[in-house]
Structures are given as C-alpha cells and as structure tokens.
C-alpha cells in the first residue's frame, strides 16, 4: 500500500527483520510525503494534552482544503485523548463548511471505505488511508518537566504489535505530533518493546533517518 518508501522503512527494519524488499518511489522528494514530525509544546494530565489536540484540529483543518483528494484519518495513543479530539472536531465540523464537506465527501466517496476517522491505537487494525495523523498524547505535566514512563496501552505485551499496525496504515503520509523528545523514553532494546518501538519512531520522525538495530 505504501507509496513512498519511508512508510514501510521503519516496520522492515524493527519488525520484519529486513525481509522485505523497499522500492523508492517518484515522490521521494516531496515533502506531503513520507513520515514527518510536528514538536508540540504541550502538557499531560489526567489523561489528555489539550495543546497537542489542538495543533492536530489546525493541521487537519489545513489537509482538508489543500489536499480534498486524499484521504484522511488521527489516531490517539489512548482514549482519552480520542474522545476529546472527537469533541474538539464535531465543534470544528459545525462552523467550518470546507471542513465539513471534505467529511462528507469522503464518508460517501470509495463507498465509504476510507471516510475520515478519529479513533485510539486499540481499535486501528485494516484502516487505510492516504495520511495518517498520529498523536502521542504523552508528556511532560508541566513544560521542563520529567515524563513519567506510564505510556497506556503501549506498556502492555501487545503495544508492539499495535505500534506496528498503526505505523503501517498510511498510503502517502504519517505525521506525528508529540510533546515528547525521543530521550524523554527512558527506554532501550533491552526493555519494554513498545515504549522502545514510540521512542525509535519519534528518532525516526524527527530525522527521516532510521539507524540500523544491529
């Protein structure tokens, strides 16, 4: 499904142990593809980061009226967040009219296969579409200081493998939005796979340069 190289790099290198062959495409260059990284200075607590809600309604307002051809989906790292991003756009959707038609566009369009949709890491499985929206959720309480390694779903023994689901579900484009820095995961090979997958991922997000495991 992918359609620029960088979407598949980062699962053959940490999953699939390099087993699969990776073609550049003719739109290696372009900078609406690939994987990228949004730095939000946001806040964690009790459960939600209001901030970085917030920068992905704007950066998702923006997709949808300069690319209404491509598809769009936001995954949260937890529910919580899920539930206030839902809130947050119904709000959107009310006021803004171009918002509101790309929506219903796409919830007819192909079907309804790939209409637009907010939802948490637990419940993406056969989900395509052309961008993906990733917020970690994750961060410090208050800016400076030390997150604390409690990263949900991503610390259980299906984190991995739900990381993994979630990084591959992009046909042109996974943005990331955080308000973590990779060295905020206190993490290695050696510990949780999940936690050590999310802290890869911001690295490679942030650089589009993923080094070798081994």
Same mark, same amino acid.
């Given at each position: 499904?992918?359609?620029?190289?960088?979407?598949? @790099? *980062?699962?053959?290198?940490?999953?699939?142990?390099? =087993?699969?062959? #990776? *073609? %550049?495409?003719?739109?290696?260059?372009?900078?609406? !593809?690939?994987?990228?990284?949004?730095?939000?200075?946001?806040?964690?607590?009790?459960?939600?980061?209001?901030?970085?809600?917030?920068?992905?309604?704007?950066?998702?307002?923006?997709? !949808?009226?300069?690319?209404?051809?491509?598809?769009?989906?936001?995954?949260?790292?937890?529910?919580?967040?899920?539930?206030?991003?839902?809130?947050?756009? =119904?709000?959107?959707?009310?006021?803004?009219?171009?918002?509101?038609?790309?929506?219903?566009?796409? &919830?007819? &369009?192909?079907?309804?296969?790939?209409? *637009?949709?907010?939802?948490?890491?637990? =419940?993406?499985?056969?989900?395509?579409?052309?961008? +993906?929206?990733?917020?970690?959720?994750?961060? %410090?309480?208050?800016?400076?200081?030390? #997150?604390?390694?409690? *990263?949900? %779903?991503?610390?259980?023994?299906?984190?991995?493998?739900?990381?993994?689901?979630?990084?591959? @579900?992009?046909?042109?484009? +996974?943005?990331?939005?955080?308000?973590?820095?990779?060295?905020? +995961?206190?993490?290695?090979?050696?510990?949780?796979?999940?936690?050590?997958?999310?802290?890869?991922?911001?690295?490679?997000?942030?650089?589009?340069?993923?080094?070798?495991?081994?």
């Amino acid at each position: 499904r992918s359609e620029h190289s960088a979407l598949i @790099r *980062f699962s053959n290198e940490l999953v699939y142990n390099r =087993n699969l062959v #990776v *073609f %550049p495409s003719a739109s290696e260059q372009r900078k609406d !593809m690939g994987v990228s990284l949004v730095p939000v200075a946001g806040s964690y607590r009790t459960g939600v980061n209001p901030d970085e809600a917030k920068a992905i309604i704007e950066a998702s307002l923006r997709f !949808m009226r300069t690319h209404p051809e491509r598809s769009l989906g936001i995954v949260t790292l937890n529910q919580k967040q899920r539930d206030l991003l839902i809130d947050e756009m =119904n709000y959107t959707l009310e006021r803004d009219r171009v918002a509101s038609e790309y929506v219903e566009d796409w &919830r007819t &369009r192909n079907d309804g296969l790939e209409s *637009f949709f907010i939802k948490n890491l637990e =419940n993406v499985q056969g989900d395509e579409r052309d961008a +993906i929206f990733v917020g970690t959720v994750y961060g %410090p309480e208050q800016p400076g200081a030390r #997150v604390m390694q409690r *990263f949900g %779903p991503i610390n259980g023994k299906a984190g991995r493998r739900r990381l993994n689901v979630l990084f591959s @579900r992009a046909k042109k484009q +996974i943005v990331t939005f955080s308000s973590m820095k990779p060295s905020d +995961i206190l993490s290695d090979e050696n510990s949780n796979p999940g936690t050590y997958m999310l802290k890869r991922w911001l690295e490679y997000s942030a650089s589009g340069v993923l080094e070798a495991t081994d």
